[in-house]
């Protein structure tokens, strides 16, 4: 009961928090990032997705791609992507999985970077019991 209670309260969260994000972002593309699941216990495999939202942009177009795990790691990805087709609108996902050893709140950071400059970036944080 108290589970279901804290899932629902989580994801409610998740909802207003990507309301709140598409009214503050107008016409711009925007970064969101998912944990699946938000709760679980020690060892835990989750499913870490991040969207682009929004319209696509020239400078939202094939991002280098890092995520900032708990264990204060890092890892990265570059695509070598085709030049920026004009009229190009479709947003990428952007997935990692890792796997939480230890307990507590744990927060992964994504960043997308675009010649050593960070044009995005949104962390969530992970309860491990």
Avoid at 4 to 31: H, I, K, Q, W, Y
Avoid at 36 to 61: K, N
Wanted: with cysteine; hydrophobic share 45%.
């Amino acid at each position: 009961m108290i589970r279901d209670f804290v899932l629902s309260f989580l994801l409610s969260a998740c909802l207003l928090a990507g309301a709140v994000a598409m009214l503050t972002n107008e016409g711009r593309p925007f970064l969101t990032l998912k944990a699946t699941p938000a709760v679980a216990i020690s060892p835990a495999r989750i499913l870490f997705r991040a969207y682009i939202e929004g319209p696509m942009t020239e400078e939202w177009y094939c991002p280098k791609v890092e995520w900032i795990w708990p264990d204060a790691t890092s890892s990265s990805e570059e695509s070598d992507c085709t030049p920026w087709p004009e009229g190009r609108d479709d947003a990428p996902r952007i997935w990692s999985r890792y796997v939480m050893l230890g307990s507590g709140d744990q927060t992964v950071t994504v960043e997308l970077s675009k010649s050593k400059r960070v044009f995005a970036q949104k962390s969530i944080t992970v309860i491990v019991h």
